[in-house]
């Protein structure tokens, strides 16, 4: 019990440590992610690095390209001639071809020529509609900045054209004084339409931080930051931009390592975010910013968290998995464990209730033994006490035997004694022949006596039944006449052996003729029926009287101990008891029933033996016991 709750804590324990440890990781996951981010950013801006500098090198290429035109064109002999005779309507007429001719060549937008007062003479868009010729622009910076004998430059919508431009100028000399201006515009329309196949915004912006150039021409002319109002009188001087489309459009900045930052343009409605990466052109004065779309690097990044997550969660449900496993196979070790140990302490308990079981039967077995020997040793007691007691009875019979021999011996001795003196002798010798006879006569009768009161030993084998039958009968002899009864035996021919003891045999023998002649005491002309029968295996022994026979409620008790209907003195009633257990004991059984004819049957079943070999004697059963 104790084991399977502290088994169950320990899990409790794992499982809330792996669910700390897994949402730790999480957690740490999700914090790390601004970090990821933003590494994610600065790769999408350094990526974009490489696009701004081509955009950088193209501006770059096409600014050194234009600058020196136009000093290169105001080196030109026939401008100063023209601004000598400005009404020179011919040379104007050739000066325009030239001029046209000269921007064509070299793609720029527009090349002409300005005398002092800003005053356009000649232009090479002379052909065209919205033409420059006769326009003045002494209000742009380049102007001024080429009468004051340097090189002007300048970028601004063109007032004239409607077209964002970029314009350098040169003073045309005359004496080391300025007389008249050469203006180059070229369009930046074409780097923006390259710029706009790209994926990424690239915006211009000037020093006021307005967007003179970009990919999207809706940011044209916005202001990124606010503008000052010196600023802005100075836009409206020079009509560098359409004042009504200098709108500030709100951004922030925010730096993330070296020239990348990070920015977003628009209202808060509609504000886009850019990982931007600025460089400078010098000469001119201008910002030129690359913009990538953040979107991408922020997917990316939530997508690389979001496996990080979805890994550190896999891992933990493998552990989970492991410790629920593992938790489950510690159980079941434990049940086992737990099974096992009950199984033994049954086993053991079996055993010892076994052993006791088996002390007890032993001592049980014993006590039987000792019990049977007992019953034994009383068993023998009673066959010899029943003994004793029919020779008691028979004491009588055999005083009148033995006195009958002897009063005749005494008179055959006188006789013979008589005869001697007579010299008689052959009657003499007759009389001591008889007198011989008397004698072997009790000496057979007392051999037999001997033989019944002997201890029988309790050995069981092949007996031959008849002499069983002769030696009680010989035992009976003096009873049977002293009643004056008759016994009829009808004698097998051959001997049949029977397993038994030939003493003991005898016993049950002269118990039953015994008991036969109490019934017909009363009788004058006693009659007893001996009769055998016998098949191979079998063999009956039917000893029958003409007495007062067996009443229904004694067949179911005479053959109990000590039951006996004969008076004091007469009878023991162990008789039968002992023969019943005597035959019991050689396998057979003895029984009673009444014969119809009148008179009781006492019947001894015996199983019949194998005779002995002839080499044995047959004495040697009657000897056995
Ligand atoms: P006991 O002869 O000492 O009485 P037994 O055990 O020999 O004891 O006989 C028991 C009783 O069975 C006798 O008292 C008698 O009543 C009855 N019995 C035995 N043999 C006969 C018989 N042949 N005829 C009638 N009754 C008998």
Not at 273 to 294: D, K, N, Y
Request: aromatic content about 6%; hydrophobic content about 45%.
């Amino acid at each position: 019990m104790w084991g399977g709750a502290t088994q169950k804590g320990v899990r409790a324990n794992a499982a809330a440590w792996l669910a700390v440890i897994v949402l730790g990781a999480v957690a740490a996951s999700l914090a790390a992610l601004p970090g990821l981010e933003r590494t994610f950013l600065l790769r999408a801006g350094e990526r974009s690095e490489a696009t701004l500098r081509l955009a950088v090198q193209g501006l770059e290429g096409a600014l050194r390209r234009y600058e020196p035109l136009p000093a290169l064109v105001a080196e030109r002999p026939v401008l100063r001639q023209l601004l000598a005779n400005p009404n020179d309507t011919a040379l104007r007429d050739r000066i325009d071809d030239e001029l046209q001719q000269t921007a064509e060549a070299v793609s720029a937008s527009d090349i002409y020529l300005m005398d002092t007062t800003g005053l356009t003479l000649v232009a090479s868009n002379h052909h065209k509609e919205l033409s420059f010729v006769g326009r003045s622009f002494y209000y742009r910076p380049y102007f001024t900045e080429a009468m004051d004998g340097t090189i002007g430059r300048y970028f601004a919508l063109g007032t004239t054209s409607g077209e964002r431009g970029y314009f350098f100028a040169a003073p045309v000399m005359e004496a080391g004084a300025p007389i008249g201006v050469v203006a180059v515009k070229f369009t930046v329309d074409a780097f923006e339409e390259a710029w706009r196949a790209g994926d990424n915004d690239i915006i211009v912006k000037d020093q006021n931080d307005v967007v003179f150039m970009a990919s999207r021409p809706e940011w044209h002319f916005r202001a990124l930051s606010p503008l000052s109002d010196e600023a802005l009188g100075r836009i409206e001087a020079d009509r560098q931009y359409p004042l009504d489309r200098v709108i500030e459009l709100p951004t922030t900045r925010e730096p993330l390592a070296g020239r990348i930052g990070l920015m977003t343009i628009g209202a808060d409605g509609a504000s886009e975010s850019f990982v931007a990466s600025t460089t400078p052109i010098a000469e001119a004065g201008w910002q030129v910013t690359i913009l990538t779309p953040t979107g991408p690097a922020r997917t990316q990044a939530l997508w690389v968290m979001a496996m990080v997550v979805l890994v550190i969660l896999f891992a933990g449900l493998i552990a989970a998995i492991f410790i629920q496993r593992r938790a489950r196979l510690v159980e079941r070790i434990e049940a086992q464990r737990a099974t096992q140990e009950l199984l033994e302490q049954r086993v053991a308990e079996r055993t010892a209730d076994l052993n006791t079981a088996n002390r007890k039967l032993r001592a049980e077995v014993d006590e039987r033994k000792a019990a049977e020997q007992q019953l034994r040793k009383t068993q023998a007691d009673l066959v010899q006490a029943g003994k004793l007691a029919a020779l008691g009875q028979m004491s009588a019979a055999l005083s009148h035997e033995f006195n009958q021999p002897l009063a005749a011996v005494k008179s055959y001795a006188d006789n013979a004694a008589a005869f001697l003196q007579r010299g008689r002798t052959d009657e003499a010798r007759d009389n001591v022949g008889r007198i011989s006879q008397m004698a072997d006569r009790m000496a057979s009768i007392s051999r037999h006596l001997r033989n019944f009161a002997r201890r029988p030993q309790q050995k069981i084998g092949p007996v031959p039944l008849m002499h069983a039958v002769d030696d009680a009968l010989a035992l009976m002899e003096a009873r049977l006449k002293s009643s004056g009864a008759s016994v009829s035996f009808d004698r097998p021919e051959r001997d049949i052996w029977v397993m038994g003891g030939h003493v003991r045999l005898q016993q049950v023998i002269v118990n039953l003729l015994s008991n036969a002649l109490d019934a017909m005491q009363d009788q004058s002309e006693p009659v007893i029926g001996i009769a055998v029968e016998a098949d191979r295996t079998t063999c009956r022994l039917d000893i029958r009287d003409r007495g007062t026979g067996v009443t229904e409620d004694m067949l179911g008790q005479i053959f109990d101990p000590f039951f006996t209907t004969k008076g004091p003195g007469n009878g023991l009633g162990l008789g039968l008891s002992i023969s019943y257990n005597i035959v019991k004991d050689f396998g057979g059984t003895l029984s009673a029933r009444n014969d119809p004819a009148g008179g009781a049957v006492f019947t001894i079943d015996l199983r019949v033996a194998a005779a002995p070999g002839k080499t044995a004697p047959m004495t040697h059963e009657v000897a056995a016991e």
